[in-house]
């Protein structure tokens, strides 16, 4: 079954355009990883996909129903790209974890069993069991990251969208992280993640998915971080030094793309 | 005259239940003003109520509802303003800020009234308030504190992250401008308590002492609003005791009272987030030197060093060294 089942889906941003023409078609089951360089529209078209942004053409289905006609948010989860789970008040680990159970819960009912359950399965998952009565603001980066994924967890979700959950996180915050996804892939669900680079998250990736300029570059195998610099993706961002080629004066500065289009 | 006197008297009754319910109200809805980074919102309705006041003096209507009326537009305003992106939040509050301010003195002159009649909501008169006031804020401030409290997890949820709330299914929109308007509301509450220019404070201080306190949102809404009623009602009875012997106002009695709170919970505070940080457990990693230590001192439950677990055994926390017991010795962790 096709879990996101985006065509032609085309962003524009202020009347330019970010995302154009976006064919992607995500099976029940996949992990996808969305790599590409800063600016090529990948945490747009998660944007996208969960409706922050509106389309400005195509179409995109989530779980065979079109965005605009979608209210099953129980089965989305996300994670968004954020430095901290902190605000301008304390707030305990336990409850920024909760509020991920809003998807489920109705208006003026408390918490049932099922709720609670959820939650400490959420927290357990990511390792933080422990923490759960302390403030968020305690907690390192990585930590608080962890928070973020036990939030969209404890919604209990099919589909989880995940945008850089890795930048600037330590490398056993980005295993223990690696170790709670493992356990989403285990559980079936079908994951989508924004990185820019994978550490150890590579071996859960079944399928790379590369963009460039708001458009899929590459669409197939799990590619190694460093493949998805490759010049032939056409990504710009190397991180080998070429010597910088100086235009002359007055004249047109015309790079040639690989295919020798400009 | 006695204290039992004194609480017989009608007006002043009717100040306790003014007192108690708007201690209650505004810092409910300052706790979402300051989880949002917006403390100073209160302030900015608090100077827009002045013109929606200085219209009920100038058309004869009862100034309280023109300034809830006012007051809920100008939130609003302060709120498109801020979600459209034309303006930071702050910017959107000072552009209110002068021009109700402004607006107030102005219309307040044209009206033919003098200021003194402006000072009683600019700074509160909770003793000369009447009976129906009394009711109109009992009503409201119940009003907001249902709302805050009964809608807790969806306010906190889109103030805490409103991308995530909107993935959620959370109408944030709506959220936001609900908190914009209870805002409004409690500011025109509190306007006969602690007047419009003090309004904020009653919002806002009482939640900056109770965070210095607490690890969780719930507690910290809980004891905000536990705080306000302490500072409004232990304000009024202040001030009513010692105007036998000089001229003390309630409002200006009850924003003193509620931050002597914050200064002496300050301190302890800090010493509570010390500690927290001490005894954070270390993470347990491989020491890959072992460096001894020569040590007199026997380390153990009561050697008064603070012990936190390090993997698995206990570091002793000595002078900012951390000492682990090891054969005969004490090692540098």
Redesign the interface.
Known sequence: MSVIDARGLTVAIGGRPVLRGIDLHVQDGQFVALMGANGSGKSTLV?AL???WPLTGGTAELFGTPLDRF?D??R?G?V?Q?NT?A??????V???V???R??R?R??RPLSRTDREAIRDALEVVGLSRRH???VS?LSGGQQQRVLIA??LA?EPDLF?LDEPTAGVDL?NQQALADALAELKHRGATILLVAHELGPLAELVDRSVVMRDGRVAFDGEPLADHAVHDPALGDPHTHHHHAVRRGSDHAPDIRLGPGGQP | MTPAELFSLPFMQRALLAALFTGLAAPAVGTYLVQRRLALMGDGIGHVAVTGVAIGLLTGASPTWTAVVVAVLGAVLIEVIRERGHANGDVALALLFYGGLAGGVLITGLAGQSATKLQQYLFGSITTISSGDVLITMALAALVVVVCVGLSPQLFAAAQDQEFARVVGLNVRAYNLAIAVLAAVSVTVAMRTVGLLLVSALMVVPVATAQQLTRSFRTTLGAAMVLGTLASVGGLVVSAFASYRANVQPGPTIVLLSLAGFVITWPVGIWLRHRARLREPFPSMETDQHETTDHPHVHGPECGHLAVPHGDHVDYVHDGHRHAPHEHHYDEH
């Open positions: 944007r969960t409706r922050l209210h948010w129980h989305v996300f968004p954020r789970a605000s301008g008040v304390p707030a305990s336990w409850e920024v909760a509020s991920g809003l998807s819960r208006l003026l009565a302390d403030r305690q939030r969209a919604g969208f056993p």
